[in-house]
Nanobody
Framework: QVQLVESGGGLVQPGESLTLSCVVA????????MAWYRQSPGKQREVVAK???????DYIDSVKGRFIISRDNERNMVFLQMNRLKPEDTGVYYC????????WGQGTQVTVSS
């Protein structure tokens, strides 16, 4: 049973930064392609950033140039550095695999508001 624990969210003003962390309690983390997902109010959960097992990354257009996904395979962790935050980045952020999803963690709330 894999457990996902996200942290690092908070209330920030537009233009500020946050770094989210996710601990993946499970085996063979380095072989997993991971992602950060976002569920904004009134919207479906969407992938915002991907970290492929081979090292490549990908982002949705709205966060390109502002968000950076990274991982620490030794500590089974994945991070999302979020810069120049905008109100539309508000939502609950989750980490999970890209495919064959694990059970969702509790997520971490990010609120961007002046």
């Amino acid at each position: 049973q894999v457990q996902l624990v996200e942290s690092g969210g908070g209330l920030v003003q537009p233009g500020e930064s946050l770094t989210l962390s996710c601990v993946v309690a499970g085996r063979f983390f380095s072989l997993q392609s991971m992602a950060w997902y976002r569920q904004s109010p009134g919207k479906q959960r969407e992938v915002v950033a991907k970290s492929f097992s081979g090292g490549a990354t990908d982002y949705i257009d709205s966060v390109k140039g502002r968000f950076i996904i990274s991982r620490d395979n030794e500590r089974n962790m994945v991070f999302l550095q979020m810069n120049r935050l905008k109100p539309e980045d508000t939502g609950v952020y989750y980490c999970n695999r890209l495919a064959n999803l694990f059970d969702w963690g509790q997520g971490t709330q990010v609120t961007v508001s002046s």
